[in-house]
């Protein structure tokens, strides 16, 4: 019903424009009845100690799969489900998934999950976070929350109470894309978070004595004395890797020197080989 009145608006005004037009409005509804039917995927990115011994918390990432145009990548769909005032039903989708796959993995393992800018202007937030909580049973510090820099500039008053309000309940979060808005670094003191995620655009071309690197360790250094833990991620060669473990920049390092996101039996997997490997060393030494 919406789509022919779309597409008869369109052809009355700018009949060029109207298979692009009708094909968009083909996406939007079908990525409506993929959120209502819950026909999404989520795939789990892990971050790592810096020397890689251990798995210490995965990132949740939503996946779409298109039944005839394939993946569609997060960043397309996320945009237009925030368009369509939908992107809470993707939220809860990944929230509900994250942590009950979070529960089958080992107890030492967190989950963390992206919020929208959308998300952090509504309360809801936090009853759709609390009933994924209670319905799996998974203890909230093993709840990681992400919001991206942009979106606590955004609206601050509103977006700072909802963050407490999560965090007084046990939920760790996160600020993702780290130096990629225009905040300046004072006013992470001002804000209810517990770990700064930098931007991969800071490691991309990083050499010792390159001023994109100068400015990753003075914002973690900062950081650090702010009492913040730091994520760095989009860490893709040992090179990059080996930087930044000689100025002990991480806490934890997610990348695909790593690992790429996985399906969560994938997860079980990687964190049990990591363990396997630190028993037998720790053998090794007593022997
Ligand atoms: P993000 O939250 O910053 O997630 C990290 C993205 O960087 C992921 O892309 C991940 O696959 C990619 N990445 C990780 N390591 C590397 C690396 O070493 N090199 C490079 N080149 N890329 C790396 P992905 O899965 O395509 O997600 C893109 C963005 O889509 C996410 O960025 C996030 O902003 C958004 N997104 C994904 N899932 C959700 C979701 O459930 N809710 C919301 N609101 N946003 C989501
Ligand atoms: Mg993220
Ligand atoms: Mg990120
Ligand atoms: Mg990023």
Redesign the pocket.
């Known amino acids: 019903e919406t789509k022919s009145r779309a597409r008869g608006y369109c052809t009355a005004f700018e009949p060029e424009m109207d298979a692009r037009y009708v094909e968009q409005q083909k996406l939007k509804a079908d990525l409506r009845d993929a959120v209502e039917n819950k026909r999404l995927h989520v795939d789990y ?1 892990p971050m790592y100690k810096p020397d890689g011994s251990r798995i210490e918390c995965c ?4 996946r779409w799969i298109h039944p005839e145009k394939g993946t569609i ?3 397309v769909f ?1 945009q237009i489900a925030e368009e369509m005032g939908i ?1 809470s039903g ?2 809860e989708f ?1 929230v509900e998934r994250a942590c009950r796959d979070c529960t089958t993995w080992p107890n030492h393992m967190s989950v963390s ?4 800018v959308q998300d952090l202007r509504n309360a809801d937030i936090v009853a759709i976070v609390c009933a994924a909580l209670e319905k799996s049973g998974l203890d909230p510090a093993r709840l990681h929350l ?1 919001v991206t820099e942009s979106s606590i500039m955004d609206e601050l008053v509103t977006v700072r109470a909802i963050l407490a309000d999560l965090r007084s309940r046990g939920i760790t979060i996160a600020i ?2 780290f130096g990629t808005g225009f905040s300046s670094l004072s006013y992470l003191d001002s804000l209810p978070v517990d770990i700064v995620k930098i931007d ?1 655009s800071f490691v991309r071309n990083i050499g010792e004595d390159s001023r994109r690197f100068k400015l990753l360790r003075g914002t973690v250094n900062l950081s650090r004395e702010l009492g913040l833990k730091i994520v760095i ?4 060669t040992k090179d990059q890797l080996a930087l930044i473990n000689a100025h002990r920049c991480a806490d934890y390092i ?3 020197v790593f690992s790429m ?1 996985v399906a969560t039996e994938a997860v079980i997997v990687l964190s049990d080989a990591l363990r396997r490997k630190r028993v037998a060393r720790r053998r090794e030494s007593v022997a």
């Open positions: 990115q990132e949740a990432l939503a990548p997060p960043n996320i992107i993707i939220t990944v999950v992206n919020l929208s992400e993702d894309d991969r991620e989009g860490v893709e997610q990348g695909y996101p």
